[in-house]
Nanobody
Framework: QVQLVESGGGLVQPGGSLTLSCAAS????????MGWYRQPPGKQREWVAGITRDGSTSYVDSVKGRFTISRDNAMNLMYLQMNSLKPEDTAVYFC???????????????WGQGTQVTVSS
């Protein structure tokens, strides 16, 4: 089994910063593309940022220049540094990873349970 656990969420004032972490554990042979998603109150879940195993990154336009995604392949960790936060960034943030559990298996997608980020004065 594979578990993804997010941490680092909380309440922050507009203009502030937070860093989210996602830790993967369990039966893991290799982790491929990882990503952050968010679900604002009353809205659909949306993709925020992604990072390939070799470190190539991509972002939704609304967070470009403010958020930075990174990963540590040796430790099976992923991060999301969020700066200049806005009230519209308020959401539950989820991590997702494409995980190959054994070298003879195809990869499957796994999700974390989410962490709440609230941007408010």
């Amino acid at each position: 089994q594979v578990q993804l656990v997010e941490s680092g969420g909380g309440l922050v004032q507009p203009g502030g910063s937070l860093t989210l972490s996602c830790a993967a554990s369990g039966s893991i042979f290799r982790i491929y593309t990882m990503g952050w998603y968010r679900q604002p109150p009353g809205k659909q879940r949306e993709w925020v940022a992604g990072i390939t195993r070799d470190g190539s990154t991509s972002y939704v336009d609304s967070v470009k220049g403010r958020f930075t995604i990174s990963r540590d392949n040796a430790m099976n960790l992923m991060y999301l540094q969020m700066n200049s936060l806005k009230p519209e960034d308020t959401a539950v943030y989820f991590c997702k990873a494409g995980v190959q559990r054994h070298d003879f298996e195809a990869q499957n997608d796994y999700w974390g349970q989410g962490t709440q980020v609230t941007v408010s004065s």
